[in-house]
């Protein structure tokens, strides 16, 4: 169970990658005080730890509602996961995130700090949005016991945290890494994310065709 939460946190490090929402949280924080900075990095975070919570506990529900099962909501979750890393490894990006580009900064930046901008589009779709939801009802398909779903709500918290301190060092980081580094960190995230998306497909059919695997 501990290679399996590892693979957890590393799957939801970088699908939620708080590193590509960098620029779009300086942004948005434009000409804010230290204080409305943190509330809007603390709603943005608070949203994706929900959001996590959420699909752990009714993803798996949800999906026998609809009528898929389990295997082939893996298959298709591990090829989208794998399209996500491919595009990743050739530096370009999320193609399920939006480019902030689309974002109308200025009239943003003109409401409360408080307002939806931190949860739509800073939290979701830009830090955690089909592939990382994907990814949690996959993990939380998997598993049973309370003691492995609290490990996965446990990783969310954890997640969730490192993108509160990414989002808080944004102006750091971004001097630091600039566009060079950035891209850099995002074509090696895109190697470790076709792992995981590998190993999720062949989960996914060793469960639909158990006689061939």
Do not use: W
Not at 45 to 57: A, G, K, N, R, Y
Not at 90 to 104: A, H, L, T
């Amino acid at each position: 169970m501990n290679t399996e939460i590892i693979k957890i946190i590393l799957a939801f490090l970088v699908l939620i990658n708080p590193f590509s929402a960098l620029t779009l949280f300086l942004d948005l924080t434009r000409g804010y005080s230290m204080i409305n900075r943190r509330k809007v990095a603390r709603i943005a975070c608070l949203t994706v730890v929900i959001t996590i919570s959420f699909f752990t506990l009714v993803g798996e529900t949800l999906l026998k509602a609809l009528g898929i099962s389990i295997g082939s909501f893996q298959l298709a979750g591990g090829i989208l996961v794998f399209l996500i890393a491919l595009n990743m490894m050739n530096g370009e990006g999320n193609p399920v995130k939006p480019d902030q580009e689309n974002f109308d900064v200025d009239h943003v930046q003109g409401a409360p700090p408080t307002t939806a901008a931190a949860v739509v589009p800073l939290a979701i779709p830009m830090m955690i949005g089909p592939g990382g939801i994907s990814t949690v009802i996959i993990y939380s398909s998997q598993v049973s016991g309370i003691l492995q779903i609290s490990a996965i709500l446990i990783a969310g918290v954890l997640i969730s945290i490192f993108c509160y301190l990414a989002l808080m060092a944004a102006g750091r980081i971004s001097r630091l890494l600039g566009d060079t580094g950035l891209n850099i960190m995002s074509r090696i995230m895109g190697m470790l994310l076709a792992a995981v998306s590998i190993e999720i497909i062949v989960n996914a059919l060793r469960s639909l065709f158990p006689v061939l695997l």
